[in-house]
Nanobody, 124 residues
């Protein structure tokens, strides 16, 4: 019953800004590592940014200094603030949530959930 829903995509001009939201239902995101991925047309899906359950943030070099990933646990939402957008940022952006659960003894189980994606287009 866990679902991720992305929102905030759209068409913006180069240099503009967008804020993407990833809201979870059926679970609490505060225990998850959450990442934003993107898939440009005709290319493979690639990592953009991640924020851990400890609130550590990591960015790919191409977006470092322009994008900011953050979380609001009260809203059960992870955001991606995108500034100074470039045409090469055009892609479908996906939210991914990951949790490594500690079961009995040394047993571990990884849970991964993906959103459906939201389109970001940077063009004049």
């Amino acid at each position: 019953q866990v679902q991720l829903a992305e929102s905030g995509g759209g068409l913006v001009q180069p240099g503009g800004s967008l804020t993407l939201s990833c809201t979870a239902s059926g679970t609490f995101l505060n225990t998850y590592d959450v990442g934003w991925y993107r898939q440009p047309p005709g290319n493979q899906r690639e990592l953009v940014a991640t924020v851990s359950s400890n609130n550590d943030a990591v960015y790919v070099d191409s977006v470092k200094g322009r994008f900011t990933i953050s979380r609001d646990n009260a809203k059960n939402t992870v955001f991606l603030q995108m500034n100074n957008l470039k045409p090469e940022d055009t892609a479908v952006y996906y939210c991914k949530a990951r949790e490594l659960r500690h079961l009995k003894g040394w047993e571990r189980k990884e849970y991964i959930y993906w959103g459906q994606g939201t389109q970001v287009t940077v063009s004049t």
